[in-house]
């Protein structure tokens, strides 16, 4: 049994020995990349409470492109309700920063019903989608100022406040809510409001809650809620005491609740996990989730409500 097992492994070595000798030589493989033909990719992502609405209108490009996608500029996008009740336009002179934007007077504005997109642009096929914007959340959230004290090896006892959240699980739809906290805080010296600032939320041993690479905030959802009872009640975070974020507690606190649309979190979904990819260069890729026509770029929908912290 020695015998075989040294043979094992000086075989195992000749394998190696050669396999890198082969290496080091080279072998080229031609691979044949099929024609591009461009395509639009378009991504337009609006909220019910948004001042400004921005859609992303570009051109596909072949990886033997050395310039990759171009901004499109010309295009017409169109939101509209049913079949012909245009809601919002945007056309070449709202083409701004390699974008098309519309500011408003309020907002967005929250829709009940089918939405669609379409986006027409001089020597492409035009593109569709449709979205739906959610309901408006509803929120019952508890929050403990200096309520939880955890030890961290980086910074020993860490004081954090804890907020506890309750949100609407409905049977017959897919819930999901992007979660952010926000402290407003003033200069100690001149008293000048220096603005909201997004605090850093952090979870434990809940599956339910996700971090958001693309945005920092949280991502809750019910298809990660197999198996708790209370499908998406007492959701509990923390964030590091915000007395201490400016060396002083803040003035206010507020807390964004959006609900997005199934094809929005998928979206954001896959967004993360192509940020999360790490460096296997041999993994296989991830694909990015689109519900445009042309297969590239996403529109999405969502509605927030905002809880003021006391």
């Not at 493989?29 to 909220?47: K, S």
């Not at 003033?186 to 000048?192: E, G, W």
Request: charged residues 20%; glycine residues 8%.
């Amino acid at each position: 049994m020695k015998n075989n097992s040294i043979l094992s492994i000086a075989l195992i070595a000749t394998i190696s020995f050669v396999s890198c000798d082969r290496f080091a030589d080279g072998v080229v493989h031609e691979v044949a990349f099929p024609e591009h033909t461009p395509r639009l990719a378009v991504t337009v992502i609006a909220g019910d409470s948004d001042s400004q609405l921005v859609a992303q209108v570009t051109s596909t490009a072949s990886v033997l492109d050395s310039a990759g996608p171009q901004p499109v500029a010309g295009a017409v996008i169109s939101l509209s309700l049913g079949e012909d009740a245009i809601v919002y336009t945007l056309g070449e002179e709202d083409f701004v920063d390699f974008a098309y934007k519309l500011n408003f007077d309020d907002t967005f504005g929250h829709f009940d019903g089918m939405m669609t997109l379409n986006v027409d642009a001089p020597g492409f096929d035009p593109v569709t989608a449709t979205n739906m914007m959610p309901p408006i959340p509803e929120v019952t959230l508890t929050y403990e100022y200096r309520g939880d004290t955890t030890n961290s090896p980086w910074f020993g006892e860490l004081i954090q406040d804890v907020y506890t959240l309750d949100l609407v699980n409905h049977s017959d739809v897919d819930d999901s809510y992007l979660i952010y906290v926000d402290a407003l805080y003033i200069d100690a010296f001149t008293l000048d409001t220096l603005g909201w600032d997004q605090v850093w939320l952090r979870t434990q041993n809940d599956q339910r809650i996700l971090e958001d690479p693309i945005t920092g905030g949280l991502i809750v959802s019910d298809k990660n809620a197999t198996g708790w009872s209370n499908g998406l009640a007492d959701l509990t975070f923390f964030s590091k005491s915000t007395e201490y974020e400016k060396g002083e507690a803040p003035v206010a606190l507020r807390m964004r609740v959006n609900a997005l649309s199934p094809e929005l979190a998928k979206f954001h979904e896959s967004a993360g996990d192509y940020l999360s990819g790490g460096f296997d260069f041999f993994a296989e890729p991830t694909l990015m989730y689109s519900n445009i026509s042309s297969g590239f770029g996403c529109f999405g929908l969502s509605s927030q409500t905002i809880v003021e912290i006391e």
